[in-house]
């Protein structure tokens, strides 16, 4: 788990339901996060600190896209987008190999 940056779904024990449960920050499809904040906002008096996740080989278009969505839906900041770090994706790519060798 430390190692797949706390991600479980690399966990076979765990069923599919517990593995959608319980995703990382990372996992979690960033569209569905713009659209839980802009229903938030409607209740909100000023603002909301919203971090959006984002792969460091998404295109542009993709996370302008996210941006757009936020603003059209009354999303009144976005605070921080993360990405993640060389180190982190060698790491998962080393894991996903590492997978796939015991999986044969």
Same mark, same amino acid.
Not at 37 to 61: C, E, G, H
């Given at each position: 788990?430390?190692? =797949? ?7 076979? *024990? #765990?069923?599919? !339901? ?6 990382? *920050?990372?996992?979690?499809?960033? $569209? ?5 904040? =802009?229903?938030?906002? !409607?209740?909100?008096? @000023? $603002? @909301?600190?919203? %971090?959006? &996740?984002? =792969? ?13 969505? =936020?603003?059209?839906?009354?999303? +009144? $900041? #976005?605070?921080?987008?993360?990405? &993640?770090?060389?180190?982190?994706? #060698? %790491?998962? !790519?080393?894991?996903?190999?590492? %997978?796939? !060798?015991?999986? +044969?």
């Amino acid at each position: 788990i430390r190692d =797949a940056d706390g991600s479980l779904q690399h966990l076979d *024990f #765990l069923d599919e !339901k517990a593995k959608d449960v319980y995703r990382t *920050f990372a996992e979690i499809n960033q $569209s569905v996060v713009i659209e839980q904040a =802009a229903v938030r906002q !409607k209740f909100i008096d @000023q $603002s @909301q600190s919203l %971090n959006i &996740m984002v =792969a460091p080989d998404t295109p542009v278009k993709e996370i302008n896209q996210l941006y757009i969505q =936020a603003w059209k839906q009354g999303v +009144k $900041s #976005l605070y921080y987008q993360h990405s &993640m770090n060389a180190a982190q994706q #060698l %790491n998962r !790519k080393k894991i996903q190999e590492r %997978n796939e !060798k015991e999986e +044969k």
